[in-house]
């Protein structure tokens, strides 16, 4: 700790920090652009000047950029210095000279940070009487507008997309006054995180374009804190609502897992909650017509479904509560696992994984901090985006670390950057097709799944002699390989291996787990850091929620002997969970099938009996990420038509609230007992008040209604939520974690969020990070076996192997209007030696044998031969009927609307 | 005794005096509705949006008069047309809640919103009062005549070019060494 005195006062301070990051984690006010608390320092914008005086007796002092100038001990500065005050305020007015007086039409205005520095900095009038510089603007893609005319120049953007997330596509371009920030040429911005331009830009250069369609206010937005559906990750967010519609979903900072930045997926795939497809009425299917269910009928139906060994099938898109509730209606026994076989063993693998007390499950922060990784067939881009970020980061270590040596401070950003060059610390990508990630790998081994297990039982035998060896034939070109890639987990301080399920392979999962056990065998470390992927929001809860042996194949299987005359299907569409002749066999014979969703599905179709439930912003519930953390998200607007929370519908007319329900699932569910802990506790809220989910200054509250009724009608009464849908309450209660949306006087961007860490970068001043749900035993597993051969390739057919998309693997957020535009039609990739033997070009559609929906190729000239990457489109081809192998046939359909063509891969043959 | 006079009587004489005299004082009050009386072209009554020089409506659906309105009784929604204008979608003042206080004409920053001399808006169902943009939204400019706020903001609409903007340059050729 350093002692430094700010105007007068002394502060202890990190002499680790600059002095403007110190100064923020103070809670003082210092105006500043180009400084971001992720990204470190670069003094480009020369607002942060402040006066620093030599010693006590230094009356004159010298101005200095406090991001460039560490906090070191005995450091005397002033920001109040009136020097320093007029420079800034100098400063800012050159920042101003072409800003194109715009705010009203601009959809920054309000959460600008470039209006909130103007204002702390005291600049009003514009003097200059020259003529503004002016820029054309691009098309960036269906997500983000361009208004290059409000740019100041502050390099956020490219630093961000570029350096933090890996970009090549946005650039700075020309120079002095002229420089320019955009594309080549107009196109999609290609980065899986350019959603985060809106919220890096300190003004309104990169806006949100949905957003901007249905234009909102941040003022006028309810907003409450939620948490992510897209994948695993659960990272959190702040949806805002307005006028009964989602508008829009911004990041929401926890130190743990997400910090600033999400995913596009995460940020633009909230959508769905606005779909016309939504389900709106409980309703009777008799005969091919839908009558409503009236609520009388209803609870004589649940009655009919509870009674009589009705089967439930539960959900990993669906909450805890609502799993538990469908297990409590129908007894755990008859209790199925909602996803595919292969998958639910991957997943019981998972969790047994994570009680195993030689690993550790790191965070998303604990990743970036991973010094060696290495990657067992998870296309971790595609399936969970904001790891991929992550990982971007943790390849920057040895860059920290170089420059720790040369005593350079991290926060030095472009000298750290100039040190290390293309120096990374080591990543190593084993796959079945080119990754996202290859460009910052330092070894890329792109395989069939077989090869790719046996390389990593190589590694784990290589790290230590116990571990079983594996298949010497597969894995002897890779010998070198092997033998560096061990050397360097060996040598790092923080050795990470990510493996998945999206590749559907346990063996890669038990291979990922023999290396992490070497690791820690021979590493001498306490935990290793194991990183295990599963597909959903909730796969985690679900599983634990669910007995082993009740897989879905069971489930479908009873149902199809006709042993069951009732079953219950929670959020999910079977036909994406298993072959569609099973899913077909299972339902026919069933006449009572009642299928609790939000959207329509194929599953809906074949229901009797269909209740519509809320969306992820519609109510308050607990969803278990990849880590086994669970964590609380809450209801941020009002239900979609006759909505509600399906364990309230499966509750029938028993008077419950959600609080009672996540303390039921805490007690009577096994393994969940820690939920309760997420539950805010009544006795921190000031004088009992809630927390209001709407802004001090949320406008309209006497007109919104008034054409259908002038005598407005009360506020709707949230009886179970500590966020009332009002503005009345306390906004910023000692419980930061609950706060509707990040704003603090002076301080209306997103940038406020300092004001309510500890400090720069750190936790949220009492905040909910989540709740570790998954206890370690007392004693590790042991060394797994190499399972099965790999599969038998007969003559001319290929290996199939799944590829995932960010825009469109996701079920929900495939319903999204902006993500569809970015979505691509099912397609295969192919080895250009491949494509040639089957006479193959490039944008052809082919089928493929025994699968009815013809596919696009695409050539891709990092796959392996024999192998083919199989993307199912959404829903349209099904997973789960894909044989092993297959063979290509010619195709006469015509190519369809969206084709290939928004598919952005590194290794793409040709431009299509 | 002359004191009680002094007291009682007088006070009563000049009482009734001052009641007679203003027989012969003309009146004060004015024939409403037959005669109508002057209001200064500023006094805060009937809210109404106007349109640009040009024709074109002034509001572009910033949303600052909604927030700054103390009795929260203006409602709108941004939309947006086909040559790149912002303009309400609905825009709704609820008048059985408005103060007249002219704060949303303050915060307007393209002067659209405007308070004007008319103040007769009484009605019998109180429904009426809540207004619409149609009922809301005139053909002319009001008290602002030339201001035309696109012509200002260097946002680019149909027929008005970047560069084209008050005090704005022609866009830049980012690939030009020239310059």
């Known amino acids: ?912 | 005794m002359f004191d009680l006079i002094k007291d009682t009587l007088l006070s009563q004489v000049r009482t009734l005096w001052l009641v007679f005299s203003h027989a012969f004082v003309k009146a004060d009050t004015v024939q409403y509705p037959e005669e109508q009386p002057y209001m200064f072209p500023r006094w805060r009554g009937r809210i109404i949006l106007t349109r640009d020089p040009d024709g074109e409506e002034r509001c572009v659906a910033c949303n600052l008069c909604a927030v700054v309105c103390p009795v929260d009784c203006i409602a709108l929604q941004k939309t947006e047309d086909e040559d790149g204008r912002w303009y309400p979608e609905f825009f709704r003042i609820n008048f059985s809640r408005c103060i007249m206080c002219g704060f949303c004409e303050e915060a307007c920053p393209t002067n659209a919103i405007q308070l004007t001399p008319d103040f007769e808006m009484a009605e019998y169902v109180r429904q009426d009062m809540v207004w619409e943009k149609e009922d809301l939204l005139i053909s002319g400019t009001g008290k602002y005549h030339n201001y035309n706020f696109y012509k200002v903001a260097g946002k680019t609409i149909k027929g008005k070019d970047k560069g084209e903007a008050l005090n704005e340059a022609a866009p830049v050729d980012i690939r030009s060494l020239l310059t």
């Open chain 1, 1 to 912: 700790m350093a002692k430094i005195v700010i105007d007068g006062v002394s502060y202890e301070v990190d002499p680790a920090n600059n002095l403007l990051q110190e100064c923020l984690s103070q809670g003082l006010d210092l105006p500043y652009f180009c400084w971001h608390p992720c990204m470190g320092s670069v003094g480009a914008c020369r607002q942060c000047a402040v006066k620093q005086y030599r010693d006590a007796d230094d009356k004159d002092g010298i101005l200095v950029m406090a991001c460039m100038t560490p906090a070191s001990d005995g450091t005397i500065i002033s920001i109040e210095d009136t020097q320093a005050k007029s420079f800034r305020a100098d400063v800012i007015e050159s920042l101003m000279i072409s800003h194109p007086h715009d705010c009203p039409v601009c959809e920054e205005g309000g959460e600008c940070h470039l209006q909130d520095m103007t204002q702390m900095s005291g600049h009003n009038y514009r003097r200059y009487d020259k003529k503004k510089v002016t820029h054309r603007n691009q098309y960036l893609g269906p997500f983000i507008n361009h208004e290059m005319n409000r740019c100041i120049a502050c390099y956020r953007c490219v630093r961000y997309y570029n350096d933090y997330a890996g970009g090549t596509d946005l650039s700075a371009q020309a120079s002095h006054h002229h420089v320019y920030f955009g594309r080549q040429a107009d196109g999609v911005l290609e980065s899986e995180f350019s959603g985060n331009l809106v919220e890096v830009c300190p003004t309104g250069v990169f806006t949100d374009k949905g957003f901007s369609e249905n234009y909102t206010r941040k003022w006028d937005l309810q907003s409450a804190p939620s948490v992510c559906v897209g994948c695993a990750v659960g990272c959190n967010t702040t949806p805002g609502e307005r006028y009964g519609s989602l508008r829009r979903l911004v990041n929401r900072y926890n130190s743990e897992i997400n910090g600033y930045f999400l995913c596009d997926r995460g940020r633009f795939g909230f959508d769905f909650v606005n779909s016309e497809q939504r389900l709106t009425e409980p309703v009777r299917i008799v005969n091919g017509e839908s009558q409503t269910l009236a609520a009388a009928e209803l609870s004589q139906t649940l009655t009919e479904f509870s009674s009589g060994g009705a089967i439930g099938i539960g959900s990993p898109r669906a909450s805890n509560e609502s799993n538990f509730m469908l297990r409590c209606l129908v007894g755990e026994k008859n209790f199925y696992a909602g996803c595919a076989d292969t998958e639910h063993e991957a997943l019981q693998t998972i969790i047994e994984f994570a009680a195993d007390p030689s690993f550790h499950c790191p965070s998303i922060s604990e990743i970036e901090q991973a010094d060696a990784v290495v990657i067992l067939g998870e296309d971790v881009t595609n399936t969970a985006p904001r790891l991929a970020l992550a990982l971007r980061q943790s390849v920057r270590n040895k860059a920290l670390s170089l420059a720790e040596d040369s005593h350079i401070a991290s926060w030095q950003d472009a000298a750290v950057r100039e040190l290390a060059q293309q120096q990374r610390s080591p990543l190593c990508v084993l796959s079945s097709y080119a990754t996202r990630l290859d460009d910052v790998a330092s070894d890329t081994i792109i395989e069939a799944p077989g090869v790719l297990t046996a390389i990593g039982f190589g590694i784990a035998n290589k790290l230590s002699d116990k571990a079983p060896a594996a298949d010497a034939r597969s894995v002897g070109a890779y010998a070198e390989v092997i033998e560096a890639v061990a050397e360097q987990l060996m040598a790092a301080k923080r050795p990470l291996i990510i493996a998945g399920t999206s590749a559907g392979k346990t063996d890669l999962i038990h291979a990922a787990a023999n290396i992490a056990r070497a690791l820690k065998e021979k590493h001498g470390s306490e935990k290793v850091d194991l990183c295990l992927l599963v597909p959903e929001v909730n796969s985690m809860g679900l599983t634990m929620m669910v007995n082993k042996e009740n897989t879905l194949g069971r489930a479908l299987k009873k149902l199809s002997s006709g042993a069951v005359s009732h079953a219950v299907v929670l959020e999910n569409d079977l036909y994406r969970r298993a072959d569609s002749g099973v899913v077909d066999a299972a339902l026919e014979r069933l006449e009572n099938l009642m299928v609790l969703d939000l959207l329509e599905t194929a599953t809906t179709a074949k229901a009797s009996v269909v209740l519509p439930t809320t969306a992820f912003s519609e109510h308050e519930a607990t969803y278990v990420n990849y880590e086994g953390r669970a964590q609380l998200s809450f209801q941020v607007h009002m239900n979609h038509g006759a909505a509600k929370p399906a364990w309230r519908w499966l509750n029938g007319e028993q008077e419950c609230d959600v609080e009672t329900m996540v303390n039921r699932c805490s007690s009577e569910a096994r393994g969940f007992d820690k939920l309760g802990q997420l539950l805010p506790d009544p006795a921190q809220f000031v004088a009992g008040m809630k927390i209001p989910r709407q802004s001090q200054r949320y406008s309209g509250r006497t007109a919104i209604k008034a054409n259908l009724d002038v005598h407005e009608p009360k506020q709707p009464v949230d009886s179970e939520s500590v966020m009332a849908f009002s503005m009345e309450g306390i906004p910023a209660q000692k419980d930061a974690a609950f706060m509707a949306s990040a704003w603090a006087p002076r301080w209306n961007s997103n940038q406020s969020i300092s004001k309510f860490q500890e400090e720069v970068n750190g936790k949220l001043k009492q905040g909910h990070i989540g709740t570790q749900l998954i206890e370690k035993l007392a004693n590790g597993g042991a060394y797994l076996p190499p399972a099965s051969p790999s599969t038998e390739v007969v003559d001319g057919s290929l290996e199939v192997v799944l590829a995932h998309q960010i825009f469109g693997s996701d079920e929900l957020s495939a319903r999204s209007d902006s993500i569809q535009q970015r979505m691509t039609d099912p397609y295969i990739g192919i080895s250009p030696t491949d494509a040639q033997a089957q006479g193959v070009q490039h944008g052809d559609m082919v089928s493929l044998d025994g699968i009815e929906v013809p596919v696009v190729a695409c050539i891709r000239s990092k796959m392996p031969e024999g192998v083919v990457a199989i993307y199912c489109g959404d829903g349209d081809i099904n997973p789960h009927s894909l044989p092993a192998t297959v063979s290509i046939g010619s195709s006469e359909s015509p190519v369809g609307e969206r084709g290939i063509r928004g598919l952005i891969v590194s290794d793409l043959l040709e431009d299509y």
